[in-house]
Each structure stands twice: as C-alpha cells, then as structure tokens.
Nanobody, 120 residues
C-alpha cells in the first residue's frame, strides 16, 4: 500500500515563507506526476505545482515566482517552498502522486492534507 505523509504546514505572516514536504512510502516503481494541490474553504481543489515525468513542471499562475517545487528521487519525496505568502494562499494543501505500483498498476494517491494559514 502507498501512503503519502505530508509535513510543514502551519501559520505564517504575509510575506513569510513555509516549506511543505511529502514522502511516499510503498512500492512505487515509476512516478508519472508528483506535486501539490490546494483547497480553500468553499472552493474546488486546484493545482498548485506538479512535476511530470520527473522533468517538466506545471505551476499555477497565482504562485509563479513565489513557490518552488522540487523532488528527491531517492526517497520518493516532493517539496514545496512557498515564499512571499499572501492571505489568499490560505488553504489545505494536498500532496498528490500518479504512480505505478507493481501488482496494482497505475494509481493516483493523495495525502491527508496540511493546513496553511497566512495572516494579513
């Protein structure tokens, strides 16, 4: 079974920084997409930043120039460095993997979410 464990959320002031981490445990042999989504109260879950096929990145316009996504292939981890935070970045952030697991096939996995709150 694959499990995504997130850490690093919390409270920050406007203009501050936070770093989110997500580590995937389990027998993942190939990762197609890994990254982060977020969901603010009363809104749909939206893409923040993802890495596709280990190379290409897709980043939401609202966070370009402020958020940086990175990965560690050795331990199947993905990170999100969030700088110049704004109150509108307040949301629950979810780690997401689209990966291949032997005996299971290609599946999507989600973390439980970590709250990020930015005070004005």
């Amino acid at each position: 079974q694959v499990r995504l464990v997130e850490s690093g959320g919390g409270l920050a002031e406007t203009g501050g920084s936070l770093r989110l981490s997500c580590a995937a445990s389990g027998r993942i042999t190939l990762t197609y997409v890994m990254g982060w989504y977020r969901q603010a109260p009363g809104k749909q879950r939206d893409l923040v930043a993802v890495i596709k096929s280990g190379i290409a990145t897709d980043i939401a316009d609202s966070v370009k120039g402020r958020f940086i996504i990175s990965k560690n292939n050795h331990n199947n981890a993905v990170y999100l460095q969030m700088n110049s935070l704004k109150p509108e970045d307040t949301a629950v952030y979810y780690c997401h993997f689209d990966a291949y697991v032997p005996g299971v096939g290609r599946r999507e996995f989600w973390g439980e979410g970590t709250q990020v709150t930015v005070s004005s």
